[in-house]
């Protein structure tokens, strides 16, 4: 057997310090939940997340390039809330792109920030037990080697948040920035980077009225004795730029005690900030404070090229800003915004909004940025040269939730999932000549509840469930279906009689339909939707859309109408099925008895419930399915039970219980699966008794024909549908994140080959 990786869909972690973009080889690396994933933004294929590689077993906050000691290969290093590091080496060989060197154990918090001096091999990093720690990285023959030079605490105790680390070029000296849940930024100096000097604290830099999270040092000019700048971001909505001067003319006696006094007044002033290394002293200076945006900043970058020194910030507002000095006065002015500049700013997903924006990264050239945000989605802007315009390019997306539910489309054209991030997303993939990738091309949904399930009735309709007693049934708008039927499926869709797009009213979770939504509020423009989705639904049947839909259209242009709600269920809805030929949907909520544990059955036609419900579990209904010709219904639960009911009539949607085991599993059942029909009744449970069993039926009577054993407890199993000769093709997943592949003899059930998906 063999099987291909074709799309990873995985959302940035919401840390500014949790991406990072390489300046050597183009490859933009951030945190995915534990994952750290790889992708090339200015690709010219744009196929998305080359590789997810796993590893942490907290979700990861810092990542960060560096090449030690200039030598090869290029480094990785990513820290995570599991307190360690782990450090990566270049494999362009490998399907992951790196290897995993060493990791390196001391921090007893979260690591969130951490910064290199890649010519030395220093590595620097600051996590949430208060302390910052120096790190010696070497590579030789014998491998990868991680000394601790030194452990910092923070007085008074405060999580550090950002670190920058900057050496002078006449100097072996080395300066250290840090900052975090206090207003200050701490500096701390060595004389040499080697092993044997310490890092001592110099100076507090006052000012700023929140934490402090994001810290980065340019050098202004290329000459040895230029000054650097320290750009720091904070949360009170200000970036502070601070001046560090090497002085030459100035008495020994203004350096007493290494450390200016800290003032109690927050103002604007020159202060100087005098501080001495060895024989050499040194000033921080207030440069200058940079205003215009409206909410936390959370990441501040700088770019140095012939034309300059430019500051990239990502903040809270849904914008990005990029500053400059103007050559004339050297007054520091915002030369470009970028990002979400509507008057639907806000952080509410009633609003549609992105949420802000958690970080920001320069390429190499200084010529793109991108941006993570709220919704895990990343977004591209390529500057034009000839113009000087920034315009944006089609990036990737993914949940920045635990995804619960996966449904194909009727047709298999598109995939639809939903997760705990409260959102439904439509994937799909862009035919294009000479080339095919996958990409969100819709977001249908985005709601106030954690989704658990999804089903789609039919190509142009879906029934999700949430933690809510009720289940949604949506439409596809007319804008989508011409999205799709251009960019992916290239045909017409048979039904015409699409609605338009719809928007949420604010404080609502239903999608209305833009008409419906006017109708409702008569005209008034605090509620109806904004003003240029007229523009969308009149450009899509205008023109041709050139790529898939950008972060800004999919957060709030590509939600479907809600056309039903169903009620019946007592508790949160916890499992859903649609039947093959769509006629009907079965339905299951939380319970902890018989009453609640019922499978109710709706019929998609008029959407009425057809009684009575089936009874059978005592406990949650954790999966159902109907089987290929739709005569059956599978279910199991948490109450270790599977069942089996059986079709009254040929064309009535009713069902009766037809077989069952209490004790199917020695712990709960968590999935199943109907195989092909061809070979008769054949379905697999899965269980966290760590074990996937094959049933087959006969005369209405179940047994257990082969047990496979797995290392870890088994969360869902899934039958291919099509018969490979004689054999069966099942899937299953694991709560660790592996997902295995069997090749299962059709006669016997037997097991004749399989595959983990990390062994490609």
Same mark, same amino acid.
């Given at each position: 057997m063999k099987a291909d990786a074709r799309y990873y869909a995985a959302g940035g972690n919401r840390h500014p310090s949790a991406a990072d973009w390489d300046t050597k080889t183009g490859l933009l690396a951030y945190g995915a939940g534990r994952n750290l994933a790889i992708w090339e933004p200015q690709e010219d294929g744009r196929n998305g997340v080359k590789a997810l590689i796993p590893g942490h077993t907290g979700n990861i906050n810092a990542v960060k390039f560096f090449s030690a000691c200039g030598q090869q290969p290029t480094l990785l290093l990513t820290g995570s809330v599991d307190a360690t590091i782990r450090v990566w080496g270049a494999a362009p060989d490998s399907p992951c792109y790196f290897d995993h060197l060493t990791t390196l154990i001391g921090h007893t918090g979260a690591v969130n920030c951490i910064t290199t001096l890649g010519e030395d091999g220093i590595a620097v990093s600051g996590a949430s037990d208060g302390t910052i720690r120096i790190w010696h990285i070497t590579i030789s023959h014998e491998g990868t080697r991680a000394t601790l030079l030194q452990t910092l =605490? #923070?007085?008074? $105790?405060a999580f550090v948040l950002a670190v920058a680390i900057y050496r002078p070029k006449n100097h072996d000296h080395v300066i250290l920035a840090a900052g975090g849940t206090r207003n200050v930024v701490e500096i701390y100096a060595t004389s040499s980077s080697c092993a044997a000097s310490e890092y001592t604290h110099k100076a507090t830099l006052t000012g700023h009225e929140s934490w402090i999270r994001s810290l980065d040092f340019t050098t202004e000019g290329s000459f040895d004795t230029a000054d650097a700048i320290l750009a720091s971001a904070s949360q009170d909505k200000f970036v502070r730029l601070w001046r560090l001067r090497q002085l030459t003319d100035v008495a020994p006696s203004s350096f007493g005690g290494g450390c200016s006094a800290v003032t109690d007044i927050v103002t604007l002033s020159n202060k100087s900030y005098k501080f001495s290394i060895d024989q050499s002293k040194y000033a921080f200076v207030f440069e200058a404070l940079l205003l215009g945006h409206e909410d936390w900043i959370y990441s501040a970058k700088w770019h140095t090229s012939s034309s300059g020194s430019f500051l990239l910030t990502a903040s809270a507002d849904n914008s990005l800003a990029i500053w400059k000095a103007e050559s004339a006065s050297g007054v520091w002015i915002c030369s470009t915004r970028l990002g979400d500049l509507s008057a639907q700013k806000g952080s509410t997903t009633a609003t549609g909004s992105i949420g802000g924006f958690w970080t920001g990264l320069w390429s190499s050239d200084g010529q793109s940025v991108v941006s993570l945000g709220r919704t895990g989605s990343w977004r591209l802007w390529r500057c034009s040269k000839e113009a000087a315009v920034w315009n944006?390019?089609? +990036? %990737?997306?993914? *949940?920045?939730?635990d995804v619960r539910a996966l449904a194909w489309s009727m047709e298999g054209?598109?995939? #639809?999932?939903?997760?705990? =991030?409260?959102?439904?997303? #439509? *994937?799909?993939?862009?035919?294009?000549?000479?080339? @095919?990738?996958? *990409? @969100?091309?819709?977001?249908p949904q985005i709601h106030g509840y954690d989704l658990n399930c999804i089903a789609a009735v039919s190509d142009t309709q879906f029934v999700s469930g949430a933690e809510e007693k009720l289940l949604r049934v949506f439409d596809q708008p007319r804008p989508v279906a011409k999205l799709l039927n251009t960019l992916s499926t290239g045909k017409e869709p048979a039904d015409e009689s699409f609605p338009e797009v719809a928007n949420i009213p604010v404080l609502g979770l239903s999608n209305k339909s833009v008409d419906a939504t006017r109708e409702q509020n008569h005209g008034s423009e605090s509620i109806r939707s904004p003003s240029h989705i007229e523009d969308l639904v009149d450009s899509s049947t205008a023109c041709e859309p050139a790529s898939p839909p950008s972060e800004d259209l999919l957060s709030r242009h590509t939600l479907w109408p809600e056309h039903e709600k169903l009620y019946g269920h007592g508790f949160e809805v916890s499992a859903l099925s649609c039947s093959n030929d769509g006629t009907c949907i079965a339905t299951a909520c939380k319970a902890?008895?018989?009453? *609640?544990? +019922? %499978?109710?059955?709706?019929?998609? $036609? =008029?959407?009425? @419930?057809i009684n009575p419900a089936l009874k059978s579990h005592a406990l949650t209904v954790t999966c159902l399915r109907f089987s290929g010709d739709d005569k059956f219904i599978l279910s199991v639960g948490r109450d270790r039970q599977w069942s089996v009911f059986a079709r009254a009539e040929p064309n009535e949607a009713r069902y009766y219980l037809s077989a069952s085991d209490p004790k199917g599993h020695a712990r709960m059942i968590l999935g199943a699966s109907w195989a092909p029909v061809e070979f008769g009744l054949v379905f697999a449970t899965a269980s966290r008794d760590k074990t996937i069993k094959l049933w087959r039926g006969e005369s209405n009577a179940y047994s257990c024909r082969n047990t496979?054993? +797995?290392?870890?407890?088994v969360t869902d199993v899934s039958f291919h549908q099509r018969i490979r000769g004689q054999y069966y093709i099942l899937a299953a997943g694991l709560d660790t994140g592996d997902v295995f592949i069997y090749s299962v003899l059709g006669s016997h059930l037997e097991v004749s080959a399989s595959l983990r998906l990390d062994d490609l």
């Open positions: =605490d #923070l007085r008074p $105790k944006q390019r089609s +990036a %990737i997306s993914g *949940h920045t939730g054209t598109y995939v #639809l999932s939903t997760s705990a =991030d409260q959102t439904t997303r #439509l *994937h799909a993939p862009w035919k294009r000549a000479g080339n @095919e990738s996958w *990409h @969100e091309f819709a977001r902890t008895s018989i009453e *609640h544990a +019922a %499978i109710r059955i709706y019929r998609t $036609k =008029d959407w009425r @419930e496979i054993a +797995a290392t870890s407890a």
